[in-house]
Every structure is written in C-alpha cells, then in structure tokens.
C-alpha cells in the first residue's frame, strides 16, 4: 500500500499514465524560495491498521514540474489514441490537495489507484476531453495500473464541487479506499460548478462522470451555455451534454434550445455542436423535432444545420421524413425552403447528410 501527496508550494508532479501511480509519497509543505533536502526524522509515525507509509518526494521532482497532472489514455477502435488530461492548476494547500492512493495490501494485485485533486481557487482542477475544457473544484480519478509493453491505460472520472483534506491519522471503522489512505473527499455536486469552455462557448452543468466502459463524458444539467458573436450572445439550454471520446463529438441532449439576440429560436432533441466549425447540427427525434423560429417564419426538418456565426440555418431532409415550414405569408412548404441559406460551413470530421434529390 502507498500513498502520494504533493506539497503545499512549489512542488508538483506530472503523472503521465498508471504507471507513475504505484510511487508512494507523502510530502509535508516546502518553501516555494528554497526545496532542502529532507532530513530524516526520528519522530514516530502514527500506527494504523492497516498503517500508511509515508515516501519523501526526490527533490528532483520540485525543480522540474509545476502541477499536479495526470492523463488517461483511451485507444479506440481505430486505433487511434485519444487522452484526458487532468490538472491541479493550484500549488498551495490553502486552497487544496493532490494525493495518489495506491492499491492496499490486502486487494487484488490488478486493483486501480485513486487519484483526488481539489482545488478551490480560480482555475479549480482542469480537465481536457477532446475540444472541451472543464473546470471544476474537485475531481476523483480511477485508474488500473498499465500493463507491461502498454504507455498508459484508460479509467474513470467523477468531478464536481466539493472538497478533500489530509487526515491525521484514518478513521476507525471505516474501510474505503481513502479513509485506510487518511483522505476525506467530499463531492457536492452544485449547478453551474462544473464549467466548460469550447472555443467561444461557455457551458455550466453540476456533475461530470466519464468512464472507459463507453468512453463517454456526461454532465448533468441542467445545462446553461453562451457563446460570444458579434451581434450578441447567443444562449441556450439542455438537460446534459455528453463528449464521445472516440468520436471527438460534444452533443447536447434533452429538450435543447438555442436563442439569439436576433429572435431566432431552434430547438432539437440532440445537437451536435462543434464551435471551431461555427455550427450546431440540430437533431430531431420523435419527441422532439428539429426546428427553427425567427418571427412569423418556421422551420421543420429532421436535421437542421444552424450556421452559429451568421444565425442562419439550412435543413437537411431525414431519411424517409420531410422538410415543412410555415413563413409570414401564410404560405406552406412540404419541401426546403427557398428562403434557407444554400450552405452551411460544416468541418469534415462533423458527419452531414447531404441534400437528396427531389423525386
């Protein structure tokens, strides 16, 4: 069994992967002016059943690294190697810890290690999923060790706001994995702690959980967003977003709607939404179709493209569905409006179904 703590100032470990997970540290807190070499104590250590033992960090590791970093590393079906960073963005324990506790002596030797990291001031703890940059206060991290030959190794994550303190000594009677380490955690998932920033978009939920099973980062809502164009925000609503790591796609769910300052209202059972590309893809389901207001003119189809640079839309005809729309002349359309825009600027790896052919 071991157990890893970083100090308080100037002290920082870069953990790339599970292999770095099986070190034992325990570190009290260090001047960020100067990191002596620890000299050997002859206070004894606290006993516990079963006891923890504390590892002084090398010195070497204060002067190269700056935060508390750990990735996880999913390769997916393709082949291709996709990697959640998580980061301490803190160096104090005034305003949170970084620990590492290892498999226990008496759990199967294939047992992860559990990393928490807390952080109460302003970056809070940073974790990158694909475009997806989330900030939250705390944030529990599962991982296996990596097998022999492998770099890393894929686990689970569960973040929002909370706290984590060292303990003195761990509490009788209990026998989780962090109260045998001497670790309190303690989540409080809060709506809009969890933030997320996607290029000019900025999204709150309460809880993120990811995990190596589907390879899917849910936050629960309900979810608030604002994106910033130049003729004003445009803001929005779902019940959670979900990131499929695999497919590097960020998807809103669940009774989506998208406002802007212009007066168009669009809203979908799902959107896909890809800021680097200016564009949702609004997705109808049976629930809830895809649709787009803007004064008296309504637009219906089972896929709308909203272009989120020029507040425009074009739709795209579902297999075996329909485009309708109703327009400030009284008129009906059974078919594409003529007054939708011809294209939407779509990035490549953003799956479009392109316009079918009129019988």
């Known amino acids: 069994m071991a157990m890893k703590r970083l100090p308080a100032a100037g002290l920082c470990l870069t953990l790339v ?9 325990n570190v009290g807190a260090q001047s960020t002016d100067q990191v ?6 002859t206070e004894p250590q606290p006993v516990s059943d079963p006891p923890v033992t504390p590892v002084t960090t090398p010195t070497e590791a204060a002067d190269e690294a700056e935060n508390a970093t750990l990735e996880l590393i999913r390769k997916g079906d393709d082949g291709k190697e996709r990697r959640i960073r998580v980061v301490r963005t803190g160096t104090t324990d005034a305003t949170g810890i970084f620990t590492i506790c290892s498999r226990q002596d008496d759990e199967p030797e294939d047992a992860p290690s559990l990393a928490v990291f807390s952080e109460t001031g302003t970056g809070g703890i940073q974790i990158t999923i694909d475009q997806n940059v989330i900030r939250v ?8 060790d990596v097998p022999e030959g492998q770099e890393g190794s894929d686990g ?18 209990k026998t989780d994995r962090l109260s045998r380490c001497a670790v309190e955690a303690t989540p409080a998932p809060t709506q809009g702690t969890v933030r997320v920033t996607q290029g000019k978009t900025e999204l709150t939920g309460q809880k993120l959980v990811y995990d190596e099973t589907d390879g899917i980062a849910r936050i629960d809502g309900p979810i608030v967003f604002s994106r910033a164009n130049t003729d004003g925000p445009l803001t929005g609503s779902s019940q959670r977003i979900e990131v499929d790591v695999d497919a590097e796609k960020t998807v809103l769910v669940g009774n989506v709607t998208l406002t802007s300052k212009g007066g168009r209202v ?13 564009v949702a893809r609004l997705i ?19 896929v709308i493209l909203y272009d989120l640079d020029r507040n425009e839309v074009v739709a795209r005809k579902a297999e075996g569905g329909t485009i309708t729309g109703e327009f400030q002349d009284g008129e009906a359309s059974p078919d594409t409006p003529e007054t939708a825009p011809a294209e939407v600027p779509v990035r490549p790896t953003l799956p479009v179904n392109p316009p079918q052919e009129e019988p």
């Open 17 to 25: 992967l599970g292999a770095a997970l099986t070190w034992g540290v």
């Open 36 to 41: 002596p070499t620890p000299a050997p104590t």
């Open 137 to 144: 206060p705390l944030a529990l991290v599962t991982q296996k």
């Open 156 to 173: 689970r994550i569960e973040a929002s706001a909370g706290t984590a303190r060292f303990l003195d000594n761990p509490p009788e009677g």
């Open 266 to 278: 669009s809203k979908a059972g799902r959107v896909e939404y890809d800021d680097a590309a200016n």
């Open 284 to 302: 109808g389901t049976p629930e809830q179709p895809a649709e787009s207001v803007q004064g008296g003119d309504t637009l219906r189809a089972g």
